[in-house]
């Protein structure tokens, strides 16, 4: 497991560090609010930055940023920003870029509760921090892109089931349950959305899979939390507009999970657009000035 962890991380590290355009300049990482505790807790994963534009404005329209990290990382709201918060506060939007809970901490769906809980803890502070939460935006990419697509498929869902089992999805992180956890747009950027096809686009993958260490159960073994665990199950009259990115050369999360997904939201009437990147790898390639203008387009489009 520890090298598995390790593996992910690297491969964190080797997006932001080739993922990029030509001339891109790394963006200034520093947050105007840092390491704000968003569940009244000391744990790592309950933390977020809020970055602001530095447009003047007063209040600022919200899209919340999340991090790849197969699930494994707990603190990587930093990475968050570097690959996807700076065309996004150029555009300016303010950008919240969260933490969650690690797999190995604890198994899902922690890691949308905390989503969900995170979003409730900004729309409760919006005056202090500055924000517009009549629109709401998320987007993040790999585990980040199954973390949003996940948030938009469930807007005002409280509870989930399939057979036997029962999942909590909205959860009750940090309280603040008066306010709520519903977005309003989504851009997944080559997020695993189906667990019942990650390997070869037709099975699932084994029990020392990410996936199997984020339900606590090896795939084959629980199809009722495989169906739990993918955005692609959840999809309904309820979901918001989103827009899907992924390169076909990605050897990480495979190019079919782009496609299917694209193909059960246009089915729902709930797709923007369906991005494929020629070439387009895990993050590099599938990173460029194309894809950004896309994320800040669609988003533009969907605010009321």
């Given at each position: 497991m520890k090298k598995t962890f390790i593996s992910i991380i690297s491969m964190i590290m080797s997006i932001m560090a080739l993922a990029q355009p030509p001339g891109f300049k790394m963006p200034d990482t520093h947050p105007d609010f840092a390491d704000i505790n968003y569940a009244g807790d000391n744990l790592e994963g309950h933390k977020l930055d809020?970055?602001?534009?530095?447009?003047?404005?007063?209040?600022?329209?919200?899209?919340?940023?999340?991090?790849?990290?197969?699930?494994?990382?707990?603190?990587?709201?930093?990475?968050?920003?570097?690959?996807?918060?700076k065309p996004l506060t150029d555009a300016?939007?303010?950008v919240a870029c969260l933490n969650h809970r690690a797999s190995t901490e604890a198994n899902y769906p922690a890691q949308i509760n905390d989503v969900k809980g995170a979003i409730r803890f900004l729309r409760a502070n919006a005056e202090k921090y500055g924000l517009d939460t009549s629109f709401v935006g998320i987007t993040g990419f790999s585990s980040g892109g199954h973390l949003s697509a996940m948030a938009g498929t469930t807007n005002d869902m409280k509870t989930r089931s399939s057979g036997d089992i029962t999942i909590d999805i909205e959860g009750n992180v940090g309280?603040?349950?008066?306010?709520?956890?519903?977005?309003?747009?989504?851009?997944?950027w080559f997020g695993p959305v189906d667990m019942a096809k990650m390997e070869n686009c037709e099975t699932v993958k084994g029990a020392d899979s990410p996936e199997a260490v984020?339900?606590?159960?090896?795939?084959a073994d629980s199809p009722d939390m495989v169906a739990l665990i993918s955005p692609i199950t959840y999809i309904s009259e309820s979901t918001v507009p989103m827009l899907v990115i992924h390169g076909n050369s990605d050897s990480v999360v495979p190019y079919c999970q782009g496609v299917n997904f694209s193909e059960e939201l246009k089915k729902a009437g709930k797709l923007a657009d369906f991005i494929t990147v020629e070439g387009g790898e895990h993050g590099p390639v599938t990173f460029n000035e194309d894809t950004f203008k896309a994320m800040v387009d669609f988003f533009n489009s969907k605010r009321k």
């Open positions: 809020i970055y602001i534009p530095k447009d003047g404005k007063e209040k600022h329209p919200l899209i919340v940023v999340i991090y790849g990290s197969a699930w494994f990382g707990n603190n990587l709201k930093n990475a968050a920003y570097m690959s996807l918060g300016g939007y303010a309280g603040n349950l008066d306010q709520s956890s519903a977005v309003d747009a989504v851009v997944d984020l339900m606590g159960v090896a795939p």
